[in-house]
Structure formats: C-alpha cells, structure tokens
C-alpha cells in the first residue's frame, strides 16, 4: 500500500519562485493536513481539508494557498517564496466518520529550502 | 482552549530501562493519539486512545478519562527507541499538538 505520497522530497527554490507540493493518499480518507516542522519544534498546521472541494485555515495559513479538487489529491502551493518557508512539510490524512479517533497517516515529508 | 502538554520534554535513559512519558490535556479532546518521529523525520501512528489501555510489543498506552492524562510506556527499552515522541489531541477537525519528548536511550 502506498498510503500517504508526497512529491517532491526535496527542492530548492529561489526567493520569489512559486511552486506547488503534492500530497496524494489511497485510502479514501476524507480529512487532509498539511503542517511544517521547523528545526527543533513541532508540528504546525498551515491548511486542511475535511473533504473533496473544501479547505480550511490552520495556524500558520499566510503565504500558503491549498486545493483539493480531487479527493485523494491535496495540493499545497507557495505563491512567492521566502526564506521563512525554508521547512520540512508533512501532509497527513485520516478517515472521516468518527474522525477524532481516526488513526493519523503521514507522507514523508518534503524538505524545502528557499535562498 | 484546547491544549496538550508532554512531559518531559527530553529524557535520557540507559538500555533495559522501564520508560515513561507523559500527556496531559483539556477538555473538549475526543481521542489521545501517541506518534513516534525517527531522526530522519518520519512520522508513525503508535496508538489512539479514548478509554483505557493499548498495548503493542514493548508500547503500552493508558489514558485516565477523569484526570485528562495519558501516558507512554516503554519497557526494557533499547536504543533504536530513541525518537520524538508526541501525542495530540483529537477534537473535531483537527488534532492538537504536544510539543514532543525526545527520548535518547544509550547502549
């Protein structure tokens, strides 16, 4: 099972580039996250989604715009790059019903670095 | 507002050792969630809690509904152990996050 692909794993971008990330599950999960991680902190949510066609914001939504066209697609995109988005980014899913309990999966996590 | 704090936040311990982290949280947080995060940054699922206790090999997890607390037990641990360690909240949507417990087990 693939469960949770996120592409790419690794990229470097100029200040001002724009570029889109991608997260793809195969479990029909209706709920979808993304979050960065910071050197030394924890998990930060940037947006979610609790289904095809919907987004939300999270804690940390500025310079980020997300979509999610197809259910098992969500897309993370930055608009104009900043060395504040340097960052490791993790897309997470889980199953809808009952979803507080669902159990969380994680991509990788794409490593992103802006000069 | 909902919030989840872990304790400690760093512990070191040496092999074989019974080990033990701690999650408090407030209300309005359905389900407890324990994930381990490896150095080279993976994150894995251990267990999901809304009563009771889990166990998976040398894992066990417990939660006290009354007291809003759950904690992570390691037992006879080894160095591949060594991990974040992490629990969040599930409320609704989204889950909330502790700040994690880096766990250094050595030889």
């Known amino acids: 099972n693939a469960g949770v692909t996120q592409t790419p794993k690794f990229r470097v971008l100029k200040t001002g580039q724009s570029m889109t990330l991608l997260c793809a599950q195969d479990?029909?999960?209706?709920?979808m996250y993304w979050y960065r991680q910071d050197p030394g902190m924890g998990l930060r949510l940037i947006h979610y989604?609790?289904?095809?066609?919907?987004?939300a914001k999270g804690e940390v939504p500025d310079g980020y715009n997300v979509s999610r066209l197809k259910k098992q697609n969500f897309l993370l995109g930055l608009e104009s790059a900043a060395p504040s988005q340097t960052s490791v980014y993790f897309c997470a899913s889980r199953a809808g019903t009952g979803s507080s309990g669902n159990t969380i999966y994680f991509g990788e996590g794409s490593w992103l670095t802006v000069v | 507002k909902n919030e989840v704090e872990q304790s400690p936040q760093n512990l070191t311990a040496q092999e074989g050792e019974f080990i033990t982290i701690n999650c408090s949280y407030s209300v309005g947080i359905s389900a407890l969630h324990w994930l381990q995060q490896h150095p080279g940054g993976g994150i894995v699922s251990l267990f999901m809690l809304s009563s009771g206790k889990k166990k998976h090999g040398r894992l066990i997890a417990t939660i006290n509904i009354q007291e809003k607390h759950s904690s992570l037990h390691i037992t006879a641990s080894h160095p591949r152990d060594s991990a974040v360690y992490i629990c969040?909240?599930?409320?609704?949507?989204?889950?909330?996050w502790g700040a994690g417990t880096k766990l250094i087990i050595k030889p």
């Open positions: 989604s609790v289904g095809e066609g919907t987004t």
């Open positions: 969040a909240g599930g409320s609704n949507y989204q889950l909330i």
């Open positions: 479990m029909n999960h209706e709920y």
